[in-house]
């Protein structure tokens, strides 16, 4: 691949950004990405996922999520939380109550010591302030300042209403930072006393990195904090120096990781991943991605969706195999085709779901609905989508069309798509979901209940509103797990949308890169990287 003007001008860059004393290539880790950095505070409204991935390893926070082996490959434990300012933490026996004790070495970037005084500010912050944090913590039941407590300068406390299974992690989530309070406070104002607009562009933290240049949309450098020491085992960060570049094009991009003028990528095409691998050249780490999937969604309230057989000769109109290869590669897991048996089926959410193309069951389906001549819809997806919706979509179209159904396929700008997803515009179409807390009560609460823009398909069913506000606060795993399957088997009945795959998140990285977990937020996390 020729190189082009992008990645002429992304070498350039790392010429100015570099120092007079210029670092090793080996000492420098090189990302780059199609999307951009667009601020330093990850809890403001309109935070990319580039950006969530800087704060992380700017910022600290109480806690952090352990990880485990998926298959052959590394990824985030949602079970196993750690400390991170904190050094231990106690959980209370009725679970109301969370103890944190910090680390009395730990310090912000500048050199002071953080304490609880901080730690109470940034959650203050966190769940009081106008940003993207409140509502995530909310789902743990941390919504106030009064649960909130300081011990002593080294002890916090945080008190919950109910023992609810998802409190400790969403401290582990790039929402719960924490913040140099002093240095924030000084550049507070009565009318913006959380200091948001100063943090935006200023990254005030104890993590493994600092931020050395910040050209937003443009981007990021980070420096080493040699004072950090949480890469196991109790060691500083792994690279002294880290570039996050954004590069739109993503052939450009692919061209820069092979020709080793970058160390990774996380956002190539599902095509340009698999010619990289069989090349042979670049280690590829191709992770399904557990926490998120795929959709196909009805409109339940919108005619004739409305009906629950519609709903299911649809589903069994589809052409998985055939959409999988020709959107995917194959490079996924795919969530159709399974057989439910005893025990069936799992305490998980997603799980894949007993569906296959059987044109005549579905035709049957359609006839008991009262439409056995088929009608006529609309199927709507994403612009950004369309290196995977497209295909997918002209074989739904032609799939279909056997039993009847006529589709006309309608690719929607980005913001047009999102507006229409909100007002609940759409009879049927295309969408993904994701999950930082990949709990199966968590998934249903956010994206099965309440007329919320996450609940794409407009359900509204008593019985899992029940089921998994019950599940919530549920402490026995056993019963916990009774009502994570019977929460399964009532949305299969109900087929308000139709799972059909986890698409892989394909790492290319350079063989001397390694460490790579894959976590929450879909993203590089620089403090997991070494170079060998």
Do not use: C
């Amino acid at each position: 691949m020729r190189m082009g003007g992008l990645a002429a001008a992304f070498l350039t860059a790392l010429v100015v950004a570099a120092p007079a004393h210029a670092q090793s290539r080996a000492e420098t880790l090189r990302y780059v990405t199609g999307a951009a950095v667009n601020t330093l505070d990850p809890t403001m409204p309109g935070t990319t996922r580039e950006a969530f991935a800087i704060s992380l390893s700017t910022y600290d926070r109480l806690v952090s999520f352990g990880r485990k082996k998926l298959g052959d490959n590394w990824v985030f434990d949602l079970d196993a939380i750690r400390g991170e300012l904190a050094e231990r933490y106690e959980v209370s026996p009725d679970g109301l109550t969370l103890t944190f004790f910090l680390r009395k070495d730990a310090k912000f970037q500048d050199g002071t010591p953080v304490t609880a005084d901080d730690v109470k500010w940034s959650l203050d912050r966190a769940v009081s302030a106008k940003s993207l944090a409140g509502p995530q913590l909310l789902t743990g039941s941390l919504t106030s300042p009064d649960q909130f407590t300081v011990v002593d300068p080294h002890t916090f406390k945080v008190t919950l209403p109910k023992p609810d299974r998802l409190a400790l992690p969403n401290l582990a989530t790039v929402y719960a930072i924490i913040i140099n309070s002093k240095v924030a406070k000084a550049h507070a104002t009565p009318e913006d006393p959380w200091a948001q607009a100063w943090l935006k562009d200023h990254a005030v933290g104890s993590g493994a990195y600092s931020v050395d240049v910040f050209k937003p949309g443009e981007q990021v450098v980070l420096k080493r904090n040699a004072d950090w020491t949480g890469a196991a085992p109790d060691k500083p960060a792994g690279f002294k120096r880290v570039i996050a570049q954004t590069i739109p094009d993503p052939a450009t991009r692919a061209n820069l990781v092979e020709k080793g003028d970058a160390d990774i990528v996380i956002d190539l095409q599902a095509n340009d991943a698999l010619a990289l691998k069989e090349r042979g050249k670049l280690k590829v780490i191709a992770t399904p991605q557990f926490n998120a999937l795929t959709l196909i969604s009805f409109n339940t309230k919108m005619p004739p969706f409305d009906k629950a057989e519609v709903r299911q000769a649809l589903a069994y109109a589809l052409p998985y195999d055939a959409m999988f290869k020709a959107a995917l590669f194959g490079r996924g897991k795919p969530l159709f085709g399974a057989t439910w048996g005893e025990g069936d089926p799992a305490a998980a959410f997603p799980v894949a779901q007993p569906v296959t193309l059987d044109l005549p069951r579905a035709k049957a389906l359609l006839a008991k609905a009262g439409l056995p001549d088929g009608f006529s819809t609309t199927f709507s997806f994403n612009v950004g989508q369309a290196a995977t919706a497209e295909p997918m979509a002209a074989l739904i179209r032609e799939s279909l069309e056997k039993i009847g159904v006529k589709v006309e396929i309608q690719k929607l700008p980005d913001a047009q798509m999102s507006t229409q997803v909100s007002e609940k515009k759409l009879p049927f179409f295309t969408e993904g979901i994701v999950a930082w807390l990949p709990s199966p009560d968590y998934f249903y609460r956010n994206f099965y209940t309440g007329n919320q823009r996450w609940n794409y398909s407009s359900i509204d069913d008593p019985e899992i509103n029940e089921l998994a506000a019950k599940a919530r606060f549920e402490r026995d795993p056993a019963k916990y797990d009774d009502e994570v399957r019977a929460l399964n088997r009532r949305n299969f009945a109900l087929m308000p949308q139709i799972p059909i795959w986890q698409p892989n998140q394909d790492a290319v990285m350079a063989q001397s890169v390694e460490g790579y977990t894959y976590q929450f937020h879909r993203q590089v996390d620089y403090r997991d990287l070494s170079r060998k």
